[in-house]
């Protein structure tokens, strides 16, 4: 089983749809998690972390389940702009150190 | 605030030439990373530092060499090149997060804006 799993896509959605990417991972001891935008070759680029009680930054949500052990990550009424890959990152701490994962992406199309 | 600064942002080499990717920081991260993008794939780790003096292996190591003599740099030296090493590379660098069963740091990735190197 890969550490960090996500759905490859492509999501095709309207703009305007509601649309969710899951995120699963395999170490129950993963403390820090987050979403990153990474638009087509370019770097990626933080969205936002995940907090234990969930957190919201506009139209965008995340949540965290710690017993199913598994991130989403939720967007409201899409827009173009949101056209992008969508990678989930767990951080694990191994050694006293952090481990950084990187799931493999997922891409969401929104199309007017 | 430059952030995380790669260069060069392009390169062309020949099978066995060598150079060194640079990559440098001014936000004071003691974490740096080198990863590897080919295309639809995801990030791969190759080498990492938590510290000046201190580097470690990634996923996928081998053709690479890196240093950290000082906070600010991380470069990464391409040995001898081979056409398998065409890909984007991208350096990163946090805080550096430490963790127990009780205590956790939240400290994202920043990550430079790249290099396209194709080696024919």
């Known amino acids: 089983r890969k550490e960090v799993e996500q759905d490859p896509g492509p999501f095709n959605v309207p703009e305007g749809a509601t649309v969710a990417f899951n995120c699963t991972y395999s170490?129950?001891?993963?403390?820090?998690f987050f979403w990153y935008r990474q638009d087509c070759r370019k770097e990626p680029k933080l969205l936002m972390s995940v907090y234990s009680s969930g957190n919201e930054d506009g139209r965008f949500t995340a949540q965290l389940n710690r017993a199913s052990q598994y991130i989403s990550l939720l967007i409201r009424d899409s827009k173009l702009s949101d056209s992008a890959t969508y990678l989930c990152v767990v951080n694990d701490f191994s050694g006293g150190y952090q481990k950084v994962t990187f799931g493999t992406g997922t891409k969401l199309q929104v199309i007017p | 605030n430059a952030g995380v600064t790669q260069t060069p942002k392009f390169q062309v080499l020949k099978t066995g030439q060598s150079m060194t990717l640079q990559c440098a920081q001014d936000m004071n991260h003691e974490y740096m990373s080198w990863y590897r993008q080919d295309p639809g794939m995801g990030l791969r780790l190759i080498h990492y530092s938590v510290g000046a003096g201190i580097t470690d292996q990634g996923e996928v190591p081998n053709g690479y060499n890196v240093s950290r003599s000082t906070t600010e740099d991380f470069p990464l030296r391409l040995l001898s090149a081979a056409p398998s090493q065409t890909s984007v590379y991208f350096c990163?660098?946090?805080?550096?997060?430490?963790?127990?069963?009780?205590?956790?740091?939240?400290?994202?990735?920043?990550f430079g804006n790249g290099t396209r190197l194709t080696v024919t």
């Open positions: 170490n129950s001891a993963s403390q820090s």
């Open positions: 990163a660098s946090s805080y550096l997060g430490r963790g127990s069963t009780s205590i956790s740091y939240n400290s994202p990735l920043h």
